[in-house]
């Protein structure tokens, strides 16, 4: 790394301390301004200030201890969606708290849930931060991260916008929302409508197998690895094909296709007969041998 990269670098970080500094004090400001709240309304319902004073603080800690964790995960390039969601998710039940126990007007519901707000979008704010720098970092030293980020912030505003388009137009909304649902959604463990739905045939990249080597789809038939080969040495890598039961045989040709971008159905026909002629005791050669 040259010098001004360097530089660049350490002042990223020197910033970035400054700012888990700076969200430190206002998550301790914001649990303080928000516990007052939140034990008031506790109080009324327990009639016991200890277990009132403990349990008006669990929502403030739950997104301590979350975003905690997602900065733990943002240091190794980690998206930390579980861990972000949470906390939010425990902030939006301090938010809610506050609420409650608020006066009546806006002013009032403004002024209760306003601390929360701020620490609930600096905290996320926070660790996207620290995980781009992660991944501004690996990059420059020439290791590749996955800087793919779905934030529970941007997840929330997808969902208000997917709502304002259902408000103007329900039909198209309910419908493409039926058709995600159907398509993504588990008909059974590891399948989808999808994947269903594709053809049984092979792909265009692996012909049809003919009746002579049908039955010997072996690697050492082909003369240079292809998809059927590869998917053949994974399997035999994963699983003992001699002992395997048949009835295993579709979902491990299901799962290796979709890593070699083989055909689900050539991927199984093919398996199924290597399993066979391995079970059998005939080898590819035999087979071949035999049919001639």
């Known amino acids: 790394m040259t010098r001004a990269g360097a530089s660049g670098a350490d002042g990223a970080q020197a910033w970035l301390r400054g700012a888990m500094t700076a969200l430190a004090v206002l998550a301790t400001t914001a649990a303080v301004v928000s516990w007052q709240a939140q034990y008031a309304l506790v109080r009324g319902a327990r009639h016991s200030q200890v277990i009132a004073a403990l349990e008006a603080g669990i929502p403030?800690?739950?997104?301590?201890?979350f975003a905690s964790l997602g900065i733990a995960l943002a240091l190794h390039g980690k998206r930390a969606i579980r861990a972000r969601a949470?906390?939010?998710?425990?902030?939006g039940l301090s938010l809610a708290m506050n609420a409650i126990a608020s006066a009546p007007g806006w002013r009032d519901l403004a002024i209760w849930v306003m601390p929360s707000a701020v620490y609930a979008l600096a905290s996320d704010t926070l660790i996207g931060v620290v995980r781009a720098h992660v991944i501004a970092r690996a990059s420059h030293a020439g290791?590749?991260?996955?800087?793919?980020?779905?934030?529970?912030?941007a997840i929330v505003g997808g969902m208000l916008l997917w709502l304002l388009r259902l408000a103007l137009a329900p039909l198209s909304t309910v419908a493409g929302f039926r058709r995600w649902a159907v398509q993504e959604c588990p008909v059974a463990p590891g399948r989808t409508a999808a994947r269903l739905a594709l053809p049984p045939g092979p792909a265009a990249a692996d012909p049809p197998l003919s009746p002579l080597t049908r039955g010997a789809a072996s690697p050492a038939r082909r003369q240079r690895p292809g998809k059927q080969a590869r998917m053949l040495a994974l399997a035999a890598e994963r699983h003992d094909l001699a002992t395997l039961p048949l009835k295993r045989v579709s979902p491990i040709a299901n799962a290796i296709a979709a890593e070699v971008s083989l055909s689900p159905g050539t991927a199984r026909r093919?398996?199924?007969a290597h399993v066979r002629s391995l079970q059998n005791g005939t080898s590819s050669q035999e087979l071949l041998c035999t049919s001639s």
């Open 60 to 65: 403030d800690a739950g997104a301590l201890v």
């Open 143 to 153: 290791q590749a991260l996955a800087d793919d980020d779905s934030t529970p912030m």
């Open 86 to 91: 949470l906390n939010v998710g425990c902030v």
């Open 270 to 272: 093919v398996l199924l």
